[in-house]
């Protein structure tokens, strides 16, 4: 059974940094493409960053270009976000995503219980 277990949340202020980790088990993680979305208060799922099961290709939202980083580690079955700069706006709950086949969709693949990021003025 694919586990995610997201980790290094916490509360950080406007400008500051944080690093989030995400570790997978339960089949070969390097074979599948893996993602972050987050739930703001009061606000629907967003996506916020995708990687290729290889680590070649990323994808960002709009929001978070230039501040986020995604990257992967398959040999410690892990994912991570790096978010600088945070903006109070980028308070919420951060999920680590996966795809139940390797081409499929994230939104309907595997999820993590969810970390919170709250980001102080």
């Known amino acids: 059974q694919v586990q995610l277990e997201e980790s290094g949340g916490g509360l950080v202020q406007a400008g500051g940094s944080v690093r989030l980790s995400c570790a997978a088990s339960?089949?070969?993680?390097?074979?599948?493409?893996m993602g972050w979305f987050r739930r703001a208060p009061g606000k629907e799922r967003e996506f916020v960053a995708q990687?290729?099961?290889?680590?070649?290709?990323?994808w960002y939202a709009e929001f978070v270009k230039g501040r986020f980083t995604i990257s992967r580690d398959n040999a410690k079955n892990t994912v991570f976000l790096q978010m600088n700069s945070l903006k109070p706006e980028d308070t919420a709950v951060y999920y680590c995503?996966?795809?139940?086949?390797?081409?499929?969709?994230?939104?309907?693949?595997?999820w993590g219980q969810g970390t919170q990021v709250t980001v102080s003025s």
């Open positions: 995503a996966t795809s139940r086949t390797s081409g499929g969709s994230l939104l309907s693949g595997y």
């Open positions: 339960g089949r070969t993680f390097s074979s599948y493409p």
């Open positions: 990687i290729t099961s290889d680590g070649g290709s990323t």
